[in-house]
């Protein structure tokens, strides 16, 4: 079905977009910044990439874009992450249980990044939990509140070509 198999295009494409805009953002500043923010290959350049562009942006200028990006962002990766938690159990696919791995390993360090900015910003941090996916269903890349609930009710190929 053509509306399930948007739903791994919209995580695809959610995991694509939060990793593409934190290196826009965080090598936007200044315009000097010579560190690679760019290396999403390895659990460790990830790492350092959050460190670097958590530095960068905490220790350059900032606008309200910026806090309205990071504000909003926390929220889509926050999302993510409660998928990939659901397919360990869930899945059927070996691909569909390593995929959501590999955007858990993403998303993760980025809302730490994200939430560094914000507080280092002295900026609100969207709150944990506080998601409601109500609101999100008209938004690029959210599920609706439907949707997340067809996605938790879902187990095996059902939920592979879901997710």
Same mark, same amino acid.
């Given at each position: 079905?053509?509306?399930?198999?948007?739903?791994?295009?919209?995580?695809?494409?959610? #995991? !694509? &977009?939060? +990793?593409? $805009?934190?290196?826009? =953002?965080?090598? @936007?500043?200044?315009?000097?910044?010579?560190?690679?923010?760019?290396?999403?290959?390895?659990?460790?350049?990830? #790492? !350092? &990439?959050? +460190?670097? $562009?958590?530095?960068? =942006?905490?220790? @350059?200028?900032?606008?309200?874009?910026?806090?309205?990006?990071?504000?909003?962002?926390?929220?889509?990766?926050?999302? !993510?992450?409660?998928?990939?938690?659901?397919?360990? =159990?869930?899945?059927?696919?070996?691909?569909?249980?390593?995929?959501?791995?590999?955007?858990?390993?993403?998303?993760?360090?980025?809302?730490?990044?994200?939430?560094?900015?914000?507080?280092?910003?002295?900026?609100?941090?969207?709150?944990?939990?506080?998601?409601?996916?109500?609101?999100?269903?008209?938004?690029?890349?959210?599920?609706?509140?439907?949707?997340?609930?067809?996605?938790?009710?879902?187990?095996?190929?059902?939920?592979?070509?879901?997710?």
């Amino acid at each position: 079905m053509n509306r399930k198999r948007s739903l791994a295009r919209r995580t695809a494409v959610l #995991a !694509a &977009a939060g +990793a593409a $805009a934190l290196v826009l =953002a965080a090598s @936007g500043g200044d315009g000097d910044s010579s560190t690679g923010h760019g290396s999403h290959g390895s659990s460790s350049a990830s #790492a !350092a &990439a959050s +460190a670097s $562009a958590s530095a960068s =942006a905490s220790q @350059g200028q900032h606008n309200a874009a910026d806090v309205t990006f990071a504000q909003g962002m926390i929220p889509h990766h926050r999302q !993510a992450v409660e998928m990939t938690d659901l397919a360990p =159990a869930r899945a059927q696919s070996g691909e569909v249980k390593e995929l959501a791995e590999q955007v858990k390993k993403a998303q993760d360090p980025e809302i730490r990044t994200l939430s560094g900015w914000l507080v280092s910003w002295d900026e609100d941090v969207p709150a944990e939990g506080a998601m409601d996916h109500s609101m999100h269903g008209g938004m690029e890349g959210m599920m609706s509140a439907e949707d997340m609930d067809e996605l938790k009710a879902a187990k095996g190929t059902e939920f592979d070509k879901m997710f």
